[in-house]
DNA sequence: AGAACATTTGCACAATTGCTCAAATGAGAA
DNA sequence: TTCTCATTTGAGCAATTGTGCAAATGTTCT
């Protein structure tokens, strides 16, 4: 690590209440793998569409263009991460978005990134 | 990559639907950057650490435990995706959370995980 | 039972990432 | 100018990640 530079006795003070202030480790953890989810292109690209409606493995396979088992393999990211959820109907397993929260997540980046 | 399942001449609607309605690839490579900076575990404490006050690398050092170099390098993450902005007074560079949607999306995703 | 198709899973590998270390840069004080 | 301290930057390396392939699993139909 390294050596702690000398504006620390000025700063002890702010820098105690930050800590203080901070959410545990865990939470923080937790939180990261949250944003981590929708920060990979293929993953957004799921949830986008999912923000439509309701599709399946292979319906996600055509609209991104990329392997069933691609998909598959960033699904069960998804799902671990409560993100997406899922239903068997036959020999389709269809997917959406898991809350509310979610879809309010992904309309308040997209009206950051100005579309 | 892969071949097409036989449920695509089915939900070839539904599939041409959702395609037309997702934005395009630049926007959504820019949207994923945009989420990625919040995935990472240092990177979302440097930003939790930042809603309660404008601190210096070094204070982000202190809070964070890791060494200067590895917060200015996530730093600069941060400002390049235009995340955080900074200014400089005296030795000290001084960031803060770039804007409210920021703020906001960090709030959403605390309430999203219960805390 | 078997065949057909959608999906999942384990493995392997290339590509990316986050960190440390050391050197460079910026800025104020002497 | 030189000294000191805060910050940034580049190189190198270990660890993680995303994908395709091939095999396994789940489900329906005959």
Redesign the pocket.
């Known amino acids: 690590?390294?050596e702690v530079?000398?504006?620390h006795e000025e700063h002890e003070e702010k820098i105690a209440k930050v800590k203080e202030k901070l959410p545990n480790d865990e939470l923080i953890v937790e939180m990261a793998n949250f944003f981590d989810a929708f920060g990979?292109?293929?993953r957004l690209k799921i949830l986008l569409a999912l923000m439509e409606e309701e599709l399946?493995?292979?319906d996600l396979s055509n609209i991104t263009g990329?392997?069933?088992?691609?998909i598959?393999?960033?699904?069960?990211?998804l799902k671990d991460r409560r993100i997406v959820n899922?239903r068997?109907e036959?020999?389709?397993?269809f997917y959406r978005l898991d809350d509310e929260h979610i879809r309010e997540i992904l309309k308040i980046a997209l009206k950051h990134l100005g579309e």
Chains 1, 2 share one sequence.
């Not at 990329?66 to 691609?70: D, Q, Y």
């Not at 598959?72 to 990211?77: A, C, D, G, P």
């Not at 036959?90 to 397993?93: A, D, F, Q, R």
Request: some cysteine.
């Open positions: 690590m390294a530079c000398k504006v990979d292109v293929t399946c493995t292979c990329l392997s069933v088992s691609a598959s393999h960033q699904l069960r990211v899922y068997r036959g020999k389709n397993v």
